[in-house]
């Protein structure tokens, strides 16, 4: 039960919102939230029949059901609750000097001299009330119905996007959501209208609550994450994305991730065994990919790039099948020997090594504000390469996969519209269907980012005539 659809403990709230709007919005006084409740309890004669009667009021609904408050209690008599005797909270509406008021359990829990009713005044401090309990106290009533909630967490910072309205109210936002979220150290909001979002999908903030301290640290796909949220990309309502992703791959394939980032994508997938030639043109990402590729041990598997994916999609094919050609690979260490009765001097296994393709498998790019534009460079990726993709060892040119945005729209609107501008970059007409057939794509919704907009990822095996034509 809400502590706002419990009539005594309403009351007190109300309390608490009128003594907050009286006080202003300079400072949250938490001190306002403080509350005394006159309840009633039951007092627990015999210990070992505290689980039984507990389990019977609640039966009975006589006792207290409210959220986070725990209906046994330590006695208020201080002699008795050093003895670790316990009295059990009893709903609003039940008196302990009005007989007419006690349930049955409770009549017949006193006649057995098991219960005896006394007066509880139970405490509510701030630190009861919720953020949505504070906030609905604290702000007009015409903000109740849109409280904003909803925030993006990097670690220990909590990233809000706040709209215009709920600005004079940012700070007692910051400061709520801090008090109420224990992981939380930092509250930031993104500041709108303060020129456009770098191309390194940066963006300007204002700290709200905690100190200015962006320096976090993420576990993601079981590996570790270091970075400066200021100076970096990081979303981490695209950790399912994320892993869909990683999920495709095969181990001892080669993937190029074009906007790697920090490498959400690339590194996870380096633990499964994967190739990434890894690439991001912001140079603070390619620092902070470099350390989680150390601090994640990937390394035989990742190599980190720092340029422009315009360029870096054709020098990638290049670099994987010179690579390739010279015999590189990774090492995967001997396990070791099992022991047991039946072979006591079992031998370990040598060391495998898992040797690099001449083919890229896959091409992610997660830049959906400008990905799709990217798709001309992939024309004469394998030009003059023909014969590594026929005869009995032939390669399947790579899935390219190439997350994009879309306005939301009623039937396959978004997607067909997303099939239109892939055909334009590809220069070949693009379809809806199945990614393993030339010509057709697959359009995956991955989630809202907005209003009127949604993120989607069009999966596609690179036509022929793409790949082979000659590069300019």
Avoid at 449 to 472: G, I, W
Wanted: proline share 7%; net charge neutral.
């Amino acid at each position: 039960m809400n502590a706002f659809r419990c009539p005594v403990l309403r009351t007190s709230a109300a309390a608490a919102a009128a003594a907050a709007r009286t006080g202003g919005l300079a400072a949250l006084d938490r001190s306002l939230f403080a509350r005394n409740v006159d309840l009633a309890a039951a007092r627990v004669r015999d210990m070992k029949n505290i689980s039984k009667y507990q389990r019977a009021l609640g039966k009975s609904k006589e006792l207290l059901n409210v959220d986070r408050l725990a209906s046994v209690v330590v006695d208020p008599d201080r002699d008795l609750a050093s003895q670790g005797k316990k009295c059990l909270l009893l709903r609003p509406g039940v008196k302990a000097d009005d007989p007419g008021s006690w349930g049955p359990v409770l009549r017949e829990g006193v006649q057995k001299d098991d219960l005896n009713i006394i007066p509880y005044q139970l405490h509510l401090g701030y630190d009861y009330w919720s953020y949505h309990d504070v906030m609905t106290s604290i702000l007009p009533e015409e903000f109740h119905d849109d409280i904003p909630s909803g925030f993006n967490t990097v670690g220990h910072v909590a990233h809000l996007n706040l709209r215009e309205r709920f600005l004079p109210y940012k700070k007692l936002v910051g400061e709520v959501l801090l008090d109420k979220n224990p992981n939380i150290r930092t509250v930031i909001n993104k500041i709108e209208n303060v020129g456009m979002e770098s191309e390194y999908r940066t963006f300007e903030y204002e700290v709200l609550a905690g100190p200015d301290d962006l320096k976090v640290e993420v576990t993601e796909g079981s590996c570790i994450f270091r970075f400066d949220y200021a100076k970096v990309y990081w979303n981490s309502k695209l950790e399912t994305e994320h892993r869909r992703i990683v999920n495709l791959f095969k181990p001892g394939e080669v993937v190029c991730d074009v906007m790697a980032g920090i490498g959400p994508f690339a590194v996870p997938a380096g633990k499964n065994g994967v190739f990434v030639w890894a690439n991001d043109m912001n140079p603070q990402s390619y620092i902070y990919l470099k350390q989680a590729i150390e601090i994640n041990k990937v390394s035989q598997y990742v190599r980190p790039f720092n340029e422009d994916g315009r360029t870096f999609i054709r020098k990638a094919a290049d670099s994987v099948l010179e690579a390739s050609r010279k015999g590189e690979y990774a090492l995967v260490p001997a396990k070791r020997p099992v022991k047991s009765k039946s072979s006591p001097t079992e031998k370990a296994s040598e060391p495998k090594r898992v040797p690099v393709p001449p083919v890229i498998s896959h091409f992610v790019m997660n830049l959906p504000a400008s990905a799709i534009t990217f798709l001309g460079c992939y024309r004469g990726l394998y030009w003059g390469n023909e014969a590594l993709f026929s005869g009995e060892s032939a390669a399947k040119l790579p899935l390219i996969h190439v997350h994009c945005f879309a306005l939301k729209s009623d039937g396959d609107v978004p997607i067909r519209d997303i099939c239109e501008r892939v055909s334009s970059e590809l220069g070949v007409t693009m379809k809806p269907g199945d990614p393993d057939v030339e010509g057709e794509v697959a359009i995956h919704d991955v989630r809202d980012v907005a209003p009127a907009k949604r993120m989607f990822c069009a999966t596609f095996r690179l036509p022929a005539q793409v790949a082979f034509a000659p590069r300019d």
